[in-house]
């Protein structure tokens, strides 16, 4: 509503009442059906539930943001086909939750990035492993890898091991590498990119996502696109890598 949106609330689960004129719904196919005139969806659901609700979303001509990552590594082939499937004007209008991209780090990076091959290092802990389970890979993961291949391009090799709760490695990128140092069943909450002779935390989590959030926004009320928003492919390229995944 900050961002001036009328909402419609869709969650089989949540016991948690909604203000009263905000309609909620068990049922995502209810709702579409109520509410045909919507213009777009934020898909904040679990990720083993993204692809249901992107297949519904789509056969209704629906724009939708989907969080991260864009669905799970076992339903790769089945979302490559969704969005296979999506004509250009309809894929266009969507875009993935990867809000790295709109942090106030590259106010500091990018005016050191000179181009050609490069390295660039991310840390991160937090304790979320009562909250999430051992999902590291989704958790925490998906963020810093989409980043990487914004910056360094698609992932040419990919030597990552995960056991859920820890994940380090690194990939080989077209312009140089990235590496990972992950954990999530620590804290104090704390994430941070290294690279181009700089380090720079990631201070700015919340909003980051505000902005994310507000391009699409923006953009669907006839705005121009941000070229930082994260597209279904970029979505899709990170869980490709995160299917390769040692799991250690």
Same mark, same amino acid.
């Given at each position: 509503?900050?961002?001036?949106? =009328? $909402? *419609?609330?869709?969650? !089989?689960?949540?016991?948690? +009442?909604m203000?009263?004129?905000? +309609?909620?719904?068990?049922?995502l196919?209810?709702?579409? *059906? =109520?509410?045909?005139?919507?213009?777009g969806?934020?898909?904040?659901?679990?990720?083993?539930?993204?692809?249901?609700?992107?297949?519904? @979303?789509? #056969?209704g001509?629906? !724009?939708?943001?989907?969080?991260?990552?864009?669905c $799970?590594?076992?339903?790769?082939?089945? @979302? %490559?086909?969704?969005?296979?499937?999506?004509? +250009?004007?309809?894929?266009? @209008?969507?875009?993935?939750?990867?809000?790295?991209?709109?942090?106030?780090?590259?106010? *500091?990076?990018?005016p050191?990035?000179?181009?050609?091959?490069?390295?660039?290092?991310?840390?991160?802990?937090?304790? &979320?492993?009562?909250?999430? #389970? %051992?999902? *590291?890979?989704e958790?925490?993961?998906?963020?810093?890898?989409?980043?990487?291949?914004?910056?360094?391009?698609?992932?040419?090799?990919?030597?990552?091991?995960?056991?859920?709760?820890?994940?380090f490695g690194?990939?080989?990128?077209?312009?140089?590498?990235?590496?990972?140092?992950?954990?999530?069943?620590?804290?104090?909450?704390?994430?941070?990119?290294?690279?181009?002779?700089?380090?720079?935390?990631?201070?700015?989590?919340?909003?980051?996502?505000?902005? @994310? &959030?507000?391009?699409?926004?923006?953009?669907? #009320?006839?705005?121009?696109?941000?070229?930082?928003?994260?597209?279904l492919?970029?979505?899709?390229?990170v869980?490709?890598?995160?299917?390769?995944?040692?799991? #250690?």
């Amino acid at each position: 509503r900050a961002m001036g949106t =009328e $909402a *419609v609330v869709v969650d !089989p689960f949540s016991s948690q +009442p909604m203000p009263l004129d905000t +309609p909620q719904y068990r049922s995502l196919d209810a709702a579409l *059906v =109520e509410h045909a005139d919507a213009d777009g969806a934020l898909i904040a659901s679990p990720t083993e539930t993204h692809l249901e609700y992107m297949r519904a @979303c789509a #056969g209704g001509g629906l !724009p939708f943001y989907v969080e991260k990552p864009v669905c $799970a590594t076992q339903q790769l082939e089945e @979302c %490559r086909w969704l969005v296979a499937d999506l004509s +250009p004007a309809q894929e266009r @209008c969507c875009a993935v939750g990867h809000q790295y991209r709109f942090s106030d780090a590259w106010d *500091v990076l990018l005016p050191l990035w000179l181009g050609g091959n490069s390295g660039i290092s991310f840390r991160a802990q937090d304790d &979320l492993v009562q909250r999430y #389970g %051992r999902n *590291v890979d989704e958790v925490m993961a998906a963020h810093p890898i989409d980043t990487a291949m914004w910056l360094l391009g698609p992932a040419l090799a990919v030597h990552l091991t995960s056991d859920g709760v820890r994940f380090f490695g690194r990939i080989e990128h077209e312009r140089g590498y990235s590496a990972y140092a992950l954990h999530m069943a620590q804290g104090p909450r704390f994430s941070s990119i290294a690279g181009w002779g700089q380090a720079v935390e990631f201070a700015d989590i919340d909003l980051m996502y505000e902005r @994310c &959030l507000q391009a699409w926004l923006e953009w669907l #009320g006839g705005g121009r696109v941000s070229g930082r928003l994260a597209s279904l492919s970029d979505g899709l390229a990170v869980v490709d890598v995160l299917s390769l995944v040692d799991s #250690g």
